[in-house]
């Protein structure tokens, strides 16, 4: 069945370092890619998506890219701030049923 | 301004009990959702419903119930069945069922149960 795999964390970087975080996926057809954040106690916010192939999703300076070659997710930002520290989830949306399939979610923790 | 509303926040109960957890939203979404979430844990989904009137079982409905008798509400009775209750349970909307529609999440309701 579709499945996403994430890169376990807690992942811990300094102020102003470049992050990846990476996202693989399994399924048939063609999904769309999805990352989440969550803030400690909240819900959860779309951080950015991407529908087909070779597209690239774009927010607060986060981009990720659907490569279907690689088959792969990974959402990366050039600066990080003490402000990013949050979970992201990495989802995926199948043809074969309308339900989101999620990652376990990578914790950032980033350090001033 | 349009959003999914959960209440409460936080919510205590007896172990034995039944307790209703409450979600609306002001989108006009058709489809809506139920989460789990334990600590350090992804989400884990319990019902979801495409339409009024209709739901459908996620992974792991056993001793949770729901109903969707108007668009906009999609609420959660966790009933004494389910047999480790305590855990984040996050509600979600979007637009329709579909590949591309992504999911509007509410603030979540913290549930401990004793």
């Known amino acids: 069945g579709d499945s996403v795999t994430q890169m376990e964390g807690p992942v811990t970087l300094s102020e102003e370092a470049f992050l990846t975080i990476n996202c693989t996926y399994t399924?048939?057809?063609?999904?769309?890619l999805f990352w989440y954040v969550q803030y400690p106690g909240e819900g959860l916010q779309l951080l950015l998506k991407?529908?087909?192939a070779d597209d690239k999703g774009s927010n607060k300076g986060f981009e990720a890219t659907y490569r279907k070659e690689t088959t792969s997710f990974h959402l990366e930002k050039g600066s990080v701030q003490v402000s990013d520290s949050a979970v992201y989830f990495c989802a995926l949306s199948s043809d074969s049923n309308y339900q989101l399939i999620w990652g376990a979610g990578t914790k950032l923790i980033i350090k001033p | 301004d349009g959003g999914i509303t959960q209440s409460p926040k936080y919510l205590f109960r007896k172990e034995g009990q039944n307790v209703t957890l409450s979600c609306e939203q002001n989108?006009?979404?058709?489809?809506m959702y139920w989460y789990r979430q334990d600590p350090g844990q992804g989400l884990r989904l319990i019902y979801y419903?495409?339409?009024?009137?209709?739901?459908q079982k996620g992974d792991i409905a056993e001793g949770y119930s729901v109903s969707r008798e108007k668009k906009e509400s999609f609420p959660l009775t966790v009933t004494s069945a389910q047999k480790n209750p305590t855990a984040f349970y996050l509600c979600?909307?979007?637009?329709?069922?579909?590949?591309?529609?992504?999911?509007?999440f509410g603030p979540g309701t913290r549930l401990t149960v004793t």
């Open positions: 991407a529908t087909k």
């Open positions: 979600a909307s979007s637009q329709r069922p579909g590949t591309s529609y992504e999911q509007y």
């Open positions: 419903s495409q339409i009024v009137n209709d739901f």
């Open positions: 989108l006009n979404h058709d489809a």
């Open positions: 399924a048939t057809g063609y999904p769309s």
